[in-house]
C-alpha cells in the first residue's frame, strides 16, 4: 500500500505531453503458486513534438525489479534508480526496447487493483493506475502502444488464459504448464490491458456485424453460473445492434469476451476486448436476480460495450477528462436503456438517484467540477459527478443541437479522433463544428462545480392576456470556487390549459417556439418570458425530461401540482408533481412531529393517489413510481439543514401508514387484480404488474395486520422469482412481526450457495429500522458468509447499513459513526479504494445539527490519526478542512 502523510495534489494546469512514448508493449506473465513473474519488453521512443527530458521516469508499485536491460544489455546500477515508485534512467538513446523482470504477489494484493486473485481465479484492473503494480511503465492514458501478452500458467488449475486482442499461439510446457499468446492489433494505453487466469466454463454466440463480420462472443463464469449468462448474452447482442442504428459504430475485433469475477471494486470494467465484470452486473436468472438485478446486468453489459467507441478507440488525454468517456458512455447507455424499456420510467430513476446522490456531493466538501482541476488519488473521481452530472451534460448538448445534429457531432468526434487521446473539449468542438453552434458559455459547465438553483416566479395577466415566467440562476459557492458565473441552462417547458392540453407558445416580440422541442435558454442570472395571447391562467410545466441537473424552485399549489399529475403530457413531469406534492405533504408532517402533533395527510394528495390505484387507463409502471414514496436520503438531501434525521423517518412511516389505512382496499384489490406470477419473464408488463403489486403491499404491510402478513408469508413461500420473494422477505424483516427471525433462516438455507442472493441477505438486515440493527450488523460480520475483503459482502451489509438506513446510522449515541470509522480504519490497509467510498459517507457532517457533527468530526479525526492511503487520507483531509 502506498502509504503517505501529505501525497501530492496533481492539477490539470500542470498537463504535459510525454517526453517518451512506447509504441509496442510486449509482456510475458508466467504465474506460479508463490509469485508471479512479468517480463515486460517496451519498445520506446522520445516523442520528438515534445520532449525536453533526457531521463526517462517510469512508474511502478508494489514491485521487485529483477533484472533491466536496455537493447539486450543489462543496465548498471549506476544508470538507473528507483525511489517513490519511480524508475529512474538517465541518458537514455532516443530509440531502445528496455527490457523489466519484475516478481509481484498477485495473491496478497487485497487492493482489487493490478493482477490478483479472486475465488482462486488470477485477474486484472488497471484503470486508473493499476498497471503500474505489474511492471514499471509510463502508466498514463496519453501513451498508448500495441500489446501483445503470452500468460504461462500451471494448466490443470489454470485452463483458461485470456488476454486483450486475438489468440495467435498456445501450447503446452514441462510440469504440466502451459501457454497462450494473445495479440491486440489495436494501440491502446495500458488502463485497457487485462489478463485472465482460471478455471472458467464458458457460453458462446456470435454476432454479425452490419457488414457482414462475425464477432464470437463468450462470457466466461464458474461452472455453476453457466445457466445465469443467457440475460447478459442478450443484452450484449442488443447493444452491439443498437450502437450500429443509433451511433453507427460497428465492432472491430473478432472475438469479445466477457469474465464474471466475485471480488470486484466496482461494476465492471471495458478492457479492450476482455471486459472484466462483476458477477453482480453478468448473473441472471429467475430464482437469483430481481427485476432490478436483470436492468442493471442490461445497463451495464451496455455501457462496457458502449466504451469500445466512447472510451477505447478514442480515449482520455489525461485523467481531468474521465467524463469525456464516463459522462458520454453513461448518456449511451441510458439512451439504450430507455430504448429497451420505458423512456419515462427510465428518466426518473436516473433523475432520482442524481438527485439523491450527485446533489449530496456538489454541495459537499468534495464537491468538483464534471472535469475536475486537481485531485490527490484519481480513483477518488469515479464519482456521481463526473458519471451522471456528466451524461447530463452531454444530454443538454442533445437538446441544444437536437437529435440530428447529435449524431452528425458524434459521428465528427468519432471520425477526427479514432485512435487518439482525446479532452472535453475535443467533444465539445465536435459538437460545435458539426452543428455550427457556439457552445462558449455551455463550457462552464464542465470547469464549473455545484448545482445550480433555478428560482421561476409567474404571473398570469388576463388583461393582457400574458403570462409571465422569471428564473433566476445561482450556483452557490463550492470548495475552491467562490464565485460563480451564469450558466447556459436549457429549461425545457409547456403551458398547460385546463383540459391539460399544451398552448401554442409564442413570445412578446412574436418569437414562436418550437413546438416539438419547446425549450428556453437561460443564459443571465435573470431572466424574464413574456407569452402571449394567453387566454385562461396556465398550469406551468417546468424543467421537462429533467432537461438540466438543477434545483428548480417553483411555488406550486397542491391543486396545480395535482392537476399536473393526472394531466401533463410529459410523464417525467407527472412523477415529478406527485413527487413535491408528497414531500409537501410530509412537510406539514415533520413540522407536527417538531411539535409533537400528529398531522394526517393532505386528502389532495390521498385522493391523487386514490386516482393511481384505481384508474385502469393508466400505465402500470407509471402508478408504481408514482405510489413510490421518496426514501429517506432523498429527503434529507432536499429539505432544510440540519437534517431532522428522526423526523424524516417518523413522518415517512406515518404518510406510508396513514396512505396505507385510507386506501387499504383500493391496495387491497391491487393485490387480487395482480396475483403472484407463475412463471417468469423479465418484459415491461410483468416488471410494472410485481412492481406495483409490491409497493401495494409495502404499503399494507406497514399496518402489520394479520392477514396481511399471512399473504406476504405466503408471497415469500409461492414466489417462483427473486423479485418477488425479496419483496415479501425485505416486508417482514422490517416489521415488527415475530415471524421475522424464522423467515430470515429459511431464506439463508435456502440461498447460501448463491453468493450473489446472499448480499441481498445482508442487505435487507442491514437497513432494517428497528433499533437493534447495529448490533444484527456487527454479529454479521462474523457470518461465515461474510467477507471483508469482498467489495460486495462490504457494499451488502456495511455500506446498506451505514447509506440506507440513517435513522440507526445516525443514531445520536454516535454508535453508528465510531463502527463506519473502524470499518474505514480495517479496510485501509486491505481495500484503500473500497475504504475510501465508505469514508465519503462522513463527508456530510456538515448537514447534520451540532452533536451529530461533532461526533462525526470526532470520528473523522481519529481515521486522520492513523498511516493512511492517498484515497482515504484525500477524502479525510477534505471532509475536516470544510
Ligand atoms: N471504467 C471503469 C471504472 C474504473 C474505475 C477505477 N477505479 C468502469 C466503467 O465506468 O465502465
Ligand atoms: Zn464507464
Redo the contacts with the bound molecule.
Keep these: 500500500m502506498k502509504e503517505n502523510n501529505a501525497p501530492k495534489t496533481i492539477r490539470l494546469s500542470e498537463y504535459r505531453a510525454p517526453d517518451y512514448l512506447i509504441d509496442e508493449t510486449h509482456l510475458d506473465v508466467r504465474i506460479f503458486s508463490d509469485y508471479t513473474d512479468v517480463t515486460a519488453q517496451l519498445h520506446i521512443r522520445k516523442n520528438t513534438q515534445t520532449a525536453v527530458a533526457t531521463s526517462l521516469e517510469l512508474v511502478g508499485a508494489d514491485l521487485e525489479l529483477l533484472e533491466i536491460k536496455v537493447n539486450a544489455e543489462p543496465v548498471p546500477e549506476s544508470l538507473y534508480s528507483i525511489a517513490d515508485e519511480t524508475l529512474t534512467m538517465n541518458n537514455v538513446p532516443g530509440q531502445f526496447i528496455l527490457t523489466l523482470v519484475t516478481r509481484i504477489d498477485p495473491k496478497r494484493n487485497t487492493s482489487l487493483e493490478g493482477l490478483y486473485v479472486s475465488k482462486g481465479m488470477y485477474c486484472t484492473q488497471c484503470e486508473a493506475e493499476g498497471f503500474r503494480k505489474i511492471t514499471y511503465y509510463l502508466d498514463r492514458p496519453d501513451v498508448m502502444a500495441r500489446f501483445t501478452t503470452r500468460i504461462e500458467a500451471d494448466k490443470s488449475s489454470y485452463p483458461v488464459l485470456l488476454s486483450n486482442g486475438n489468440p495467435v499461439e498456445k501450447g503446452d510446457l514441462d510440469a504440466g504448464r502451459h501457454f497462450v499468446k494473445w495479440e491486440d492489433p489495436f494501440k491502446k494505453p495500458c488502463y485497457l490491458f487485462a489478463l485472465v487466469a482460471g478455471d472458467l466454463s464458458v457460453v458462446e454466440d456470435r454476432f454479425v456485424t452490419s457488414s457482414g463480420r462475425e464477432v464470437s462472443l463468450q462470457i466466461f463464469v464458474e461452472p455453476q453460473d453457466l445457466d445465469k449468462c443467457d440475460h447478459a448474452m442478450d443484452s450484449l447482442k442488443r447493444s452491439m445492434k443498437w450502437d450500429e442504428n443509433v451511433y453507427g459504430r460497428e465492432y472491430d475485433l473478432d472475438i469479445y469476451m466477457i469474465v464474471a469475477v466475485s471480488h470486484f471494486n466496482m461494476g ?1 470494467m ?1 478492457n479492450k476486448g476482455l471486459n472484466i465484470f462483476n458477477t453482480s452486473c453478468v448473473l441472471a436468472s429467475a430464482e437469483t436476480t430481481t427485476d432490478a438485478g436483470f436492468q442493471r446486468v442490461e445497463s451495464v453489459i451496455a ?2 460495450y458502449f ?1 469500445n467507441w466512447s ?1 477505447n478507440r478514442v480515449t482520455c488525454r489525461d485523467w481531468f477528462q474521465l467524463s469525456l ?2 459522462g458520454f ?2 448518456f449511451r447507455d441510458q439512451q439504450f436503456s430507455a430504448d429497451m424499456g420505458s423512456e419515462t420510467v427510465n428518466r426518473i430513476d436516473d433523475v432520482n438517484f442524481l438527485k439523491t446522490v450527485q446533489f449530496a456531493e456538489d454541495s459537499g466538501p468534495m464537491s468538483h467540477p464534471i472535469r475536475p482541476d486537481s485531485y490527490i488519488e484519481i480513483n477518488n473521481f469515479y464519482t456521481t459527478t463526473v ?1 451522471e452530472k456528466g451524461a447530463e451534460v452531454v444530454r443538454m448538448i442533445r437538446r441544444l443541437v437536437g437529435v440530428d445534429g447529435f449524431r452528425k457531432g458524434s459521428d465528427l468526434y468519432f471520425e477526427r479522433h479514432d485512435g487518439q487521446a482525446v479532452t472535453c473539449d475535443d467533444f465539445v468542438q465536435a459538437m460545435e463544428d458539426a452543428n455550427q453552434i457556439d457552445l462558449s458559455q455551455f463550457r462552464l459547465w464542465y470547469s464549473q462545480s455545484g448545482t445550480p438553483c433555478l428560482q421561476v416566479s409567474s404571473e398570469f395577466s388576463a388583461s393582457s392576456e400574458t403570462f409571465t415566467l422569471t428564473f433566476k440562476q445561482e450556483t452557490p459557492a463550492t470548495p475552491g470556487q467562490p464565485e460563480k458565473k451564469p450558466l447556459h441552462i436549457p429549461v425545457a417547458i409547456g403551458l398547460v390549459d385546463s383540459t391539460g392540453n399544451d398552448l401554442p407558445l409564442e413570445l412578446e416580440g412574436g418569437t414562436r417556439i418550437d413546438p416539438d422541442n419547446p425549450v428556453l435558454e437561460l443564459k443571465q442570472p435573470t431572466e424574464t418570458f413574456v407569452f402571449r395571447n394567453i387566454k385562461e391562467k396556465p398550469v406551468a410545466s417546468l424543467l421537462r425530461g429533467f432537461s438540466a441537473p438543477v434545483r428548480l424552485q417553483y411555488p406550486q399549489s397542491r391543486e396545480a401540482l395535482a392537476f399536473l399529475m393526472a394531466h401533463d403530457r410529459d410523464g417525467f413531469n407527472r412523477w415529478s408533481a406527485s413527487q413535491q406534492l408528497v414531500v409537501s405533504v410530509l412537510e406539514d408532517m415533520i413540522a407536527g412531529f417538531q411539535n409533537n402533533e400528529s398531522v394526517q395527510p393532505d386528502s389532495v394528495l390521498v385522493d391523487a393517489f386514490r386516482t393511481l390505484l384505481t384508474d385502469s387507463s393508466l400505465d402500470l409502471a407509471m402508478v408504481a413510481k408514482m405510489l413510490e414514496l421518496p426514501t429517506e436520503q432523498f429527503l434529507a438531501e432536499l429539505l432544510p439543514k440540519p437534517t431532522q434525521v428522526d423526523a424524516i423517518h417518523q413522518s415517512r412511516e406515518a404518510l406510508k401508514q396513514a396512505l396505507a389505512s385510507s386506501l387499504s382496499t383500493e391496495m387491497t384489490s391491487v393485490l387480487d387484480r395482480y396475483p403472484l406470477h407463475t412463471e417468469y419473464h423479465y418484459r415491461d408488463q410483468d416488471v410494472s404488474e410485481r412492481s406495483l403489486r409490491n409497493t401495494c403491499m409495502y404499503y399494507l404491510m406497514s399496518l402489520e395486520q394479520d392477514d396481511v402478513v399471512e399473504r406476504c408469508l405466503n408471497q415469500f413461500k409461492q414466489a417462483c422469482n427473486m423479485t418477488d420473494q425479496l419483496s415479501a422477505f425485505k416486508a417482514l424483516v422490517h416489521s415488527s412481526r415475530s415471524e421475522k427471525s424464522q423467515v430470515i433462516e429459511q431464506f439463508y438455507q435456502r440461498w447460501s450457495n448463491e453468493s450473489l442472493v446472499v448480499d441481498q441477505w445482508f442487505m435487507v438486515q442491514a437497513s432494517a429500522p428497528q433499533a437493534d440493527t447495529l448490533e444484527r450488523v456487527k454479529e454479521l460480520m462474523n457470518h461465515t458468509a461474510f467477507d471483508m475483503t469482498s467489495p460486495n459482502k462490504i457494499r451488502a451489509l456495511i455500506g446498506a447499513f451505514c447509506n440506507n438506513n440513517p435513522v440507526n446510522f445516525h443514531n445520536e449515541d454516535g454508535s453508528g459513526y465510531a463502527f463506519l470509522a473502524d470499518q474505514i480504519i480495517a479496510l485501509n490497509k486491505l481495500n484503500p479504494q473500497v475504504a475510501s467510498r465508505m469514508a465519503v459517507i462522513m463527508t456530510r457532517w456538515a448537514n447534520f445539527d451540532q452533536a451529530r457533527a461533532g461526533l462525526i468530526k470526532q470520528q473523522l479525526s481519529r481515521v486522520q490519526s492513523e498511516p493512511l492511503s492517498p484515497d482515504v487520507y484525500e477524502v479525510v483531509t477534505k471532509a475536516l478542512k470544510s
Excluded: Q
Aim: aromatic share 10%; glycine share 10%.
Design positions: 465492471a471495458e455501457h462496457e466504451h472510451g468517456k464516463e458512455t453513461v458519471y
